[in-house]
T-cell receptor, first 110, second 117 residues
Framework: EDKVVQSPLSLVVHEGDTVTLNCSYE??????LLWYKQEKKAPTFLFML??SGIEKKSGRLSSILDKKELFSILNITATQTGDSAIYLC??????????WGAGTKLIIKP | GAVVSQHPSRVICKSGTSVKIECRSL??????MFWYRQFPKKSLMLMAT?????????EQGVEKDKFLINHASLTLSTLTVTSAHPEDSSFYIC?????????????FGPGTRLTVL
């Protein structure tokens, strides 16, 4: 059965810490993997990953995909309270449908 | 875990016709369901919030007469795109939650790709 598993489910750290969020998948017909940040009305798109080993960066956030070991990580360095959110990972099938992880709830304490 | 399904997964229709998309929570009762539209650059736009037994709340700029939402039960919400036009072609995603706010944990469906010819 195709599935996407995110870990940890929740995480509490202090401002300034670095966090690593994990997304592992068992999906046939993999097309790409998406990361979203959910804090307001709609999840905000962060990254799309299609190739192994190529790091994508946006400010303090970065992500990488390993298609051999079937996982992706999302790193956030020098965390701020504004990074508090639920981070979602979704795998895109070849037919463009999505399989979503349950999300990681990240809380950054001042 | 909580599972949300959508049907159909893909639909192609002619301009001017109406299309209904179903969103079901399979193993839980959803207080609230949300409908999103995904754009080519993967961003998601919230279209409306739907609570069982009451009228949907539409986001600004979303035509409620064009995108009809019905939330008949705690496990089913439907989105009907009326008089569809090619610009309505998109990927529509629903999500369901046990709570009331978009900021609470949502369980997302796999999406429905609509192509209007």
């Amino acid at each position: 059965e195709d599935k996407v598993v995110q870990s940890p489910l929740s995480l509490v750290v202090h401002e300034g810490d670095t966090v690593t969020l994990n997304c592992s998948y068992e999906v046939t017909n993999f097309r790409s993997l998406l990361w979203y940040k959910q804090e307001k009305k709609a999840p905000t798109f962060l990254f799309m990953l299609t190739s192994s080993g190529i790091e994508k960066k946006s400010g303090r956030l970065s992500s990488i995909l390993d298609k051999k070991e079937l996982f992706s990580i999302l790193n956030i360095t020098a965390t701020q309270t504004g990074d508090s959110a639920i981070y979602l990972c979704a795998v895109v099938w070849s037919n463009y449908q999505l399989i979503w992880g349950a999300g990681t709830k990240l809380i950054i304490k001042p | 875990g909580a599972v949300v399904s959508q049907h159909p997964s893909r639909v192609i229709c002619k301009s001017g016709t109406s299309v209904k998309i179903e969103c079901r929570s399979l193993d839980f009762q959803a207080t609230t369901m949300f409908w999103y539209r995904q754009f080519p650059k993967k961003s998601l736009m919230l279209m409306a919030t739907s609570n069982e037994g009451s009228k949907a709340t539409y986001e600004q700029g979303v035509e409620k007469d064009k995108f009809l939402i019905n939330h008949a039960s705690l496990t089913l919400s439907t989105l009907t795109v009326t008089s569809a036009h090619p610009e309505d072609s998109s990927f529509y995603i629903c999500s369901a939650t046990l709570a009331h706010l978009p900021t609470d944990t949502q369980y997302f469906g796999p999406g429905t790709r609509l192509t209007v010819l």
